[in-house]
């Protein structure tokens, strides 16, 4: 059998440090993160209009949630307003892309999420943290940056997904917990984190899921230390789906992977790569411990 591409930029002998340029460069200040929190399930919002499309994934049928970013965040419909409101209403390609994927990696018995932690970092419309609902996990935690996106949209949509396979999939059993917050600062609130900053060896998620999570350069180094804070060893997986280059933002597969590289604790394997035309080439990589 044919074995998947593995990425490597750097030769084993450039070291392990992390001190790359590009994760250097400067951009505007930020203003303050909101505080890491966990948001209950029932703190659903209330006076936010939500509405329903059925999405099909290749054999797959999820629900898709749709509000308004200006009814929620007071904004016009933006992608993303750095530091205030990172996306978390839009459906990325990504997220997509990271749903086929983890169907055909089940299919073809490379994963299995029965009795699996997972946590999806990025979550958004959740759509393959509620894959991995469906398929037995058991327990499923889901983190966004903004605690509105949470309210708003993750736990609706994750209730329409599950009311609607309730009656030909047992759910009931999955544990599922929602937390807002910055990469660097929502380690504070998770339950399986090291919470030494090393690789998490007492525990940890046996699979993090994230889609279209690595635009910015500047947050990039950040959300790789919470991974490894969160990873299970010597087992956990993680899979992520992104574009090869966000143009405009400087961040993309490429500049991640060669910062994972340059550590060396963790592996990178390409599972599939979109080049449909309808944007930029999009990967799905699955990082493991080496």
Known sequence: MATKPTFQLFSSSQGSGLGLG????????????????????F???????????????????????????KEVFGLPNS???????????????????LVKALEKESQTGNLSFSGKRVLELGCGHALPGIY???????????QDFNAEVLRCLTIPNLNANLSEKSSSVSVSETEVRFFAGEWSEVHQVLPLVNSDGE???????????MAETIYSISAQKSQYE????????????????????????????RQF??????????????????????????????????
């Open 79 to 97: 992608d993303l307003v750095p530091g205030v409101y990172e996306g978390g209403l839009k459906l990325w390609e990504g997220s997509i892309d």
């Open 43 to 69: 703190e659903v919002s209330s006076s936010t209009d939500f509405e329903v499309d059925k999405l099909t994934i290749g054999e797959i049928t999820l629900l898709k949630g749709r509000v308004s970013t």
């Open 132 to 142: 991995a609902c469906l398929k037995g996990s058991d327990a499923v935690h889901f």
């Open 226 to 253: 919470l991974i490894k804070r969160c990873l299970a060893y010597p087992d956990g997986a993680v899979y992520m789906a992104a574009k090869k280059y966000y143009f405009g933002v400087g961040g993309g597969t």
């Open 22 to 41: 590009f994760l250097d460069s400067s951009e505007p200040a930020l203003p303050p993160p909101p505080p890491p929190v966990e948001v209950l399930s």
């Open 257 to 290: 992977l060669s910062m994972i590289e340059k550590d060396g604790a963790l592996a990178s394997t390409l599972v599939s790569q979109v080049t449909d035309g309808s944007s930029n080439v999009r990967e799905v990589w699955k990082l493991s411990y080496k």
């Open 199 to 209: 690789t998490n060896k007492k525990g940890g998620y046996d699979i993090i899921l």
